[in-house]
Structures are given as C-alpha cells and as structure tokens.
C-alpha cells in the first residue's frame, strides 16, 4: 500500500502560479504511472495529468501548455507545475495512480484561483 501526501495548494491572482508535490512511502514508486487530478465543488474528480516510469507525460486539454507534471524517483515525489492559473482551476487538488493501480486517497490540497 502507497501513502501519499499532498502539498503546496493556496490562494492565488488568476495568471499566477503554484508548484503542488505529492510525497509518498511504501511500493515500488519508480515502476508506477503516477497522476494528479481535481475535484471541483459539485464535479466529479478528474484526471488532470499523468506521468508513466518512463516520464511520458498527459495532459487534459483544458491545462495543455500552462501545467507540468514532473516526478523525483529518488525523492519518491510527484509534482505539478502549475502556470497561468485561470478561476476555473480552482478545486481540490490529489495524487495517485493513474494506471491500474490506485490506492487510498490523501486529503489533497486546495487550490483555489481568485482576485
């Protein structure tokens, strides 16, 4: 079983930016497809971004070019690079796997983008 921990949500002007890390123990973390995903009020969670062993990246269309999604294998970290912040991103922010498996969900981080 995979912990993971999230961090690095907050307020934030529309254009700003925000670096979100997902820390984790237990597993074989190197060997798993690892992503992020968001939950908005009154939305179904959603598959943001996502990362494979090999770095291949994903990206839903609505982040393409301003969210980057990036992973430390020696520091077992995940991270999410996120620029030109619009209101529309504001949600709860979580890590996980994105492949076949997943495993409980950590309190994710909140982000929320407004003047």
């Known amino acids: 079983q995979v912990q993971i921990v999230e961090s690095g949500g907050g307020l934030v002007q529309p254009g700003g930016s925000l670096r979100l890390s997902c820390a984790t123990s237990?597993?074989?973390?190197?060997?798993?497809?690892m992503g992020w995903y968001r939950q908005a009020p009154g939305k179904l969670r959603e598959l943001v971004a996502s990362i494979t062993s090999g770095r291949a990246t994903n990206y839903i269309d609505s982040v393409k070019g301003r969210f980057t999604i990036s992973r430390d294998n020696g520091k077992r970290t995940v991270y999410l690079q996120m620029n030109s912040l619009k209101p529309e991103d504001t949600a709860v922010y979580y890590c996980n796997g994105a492949g076949p498996q997943t495993w409980n969900w950590g309190q994710g981080t909140q982000v929320t983008v407004s003047s």
């Open positions: 237990g597993g074989f973390f190197s060997t798993y497809v």
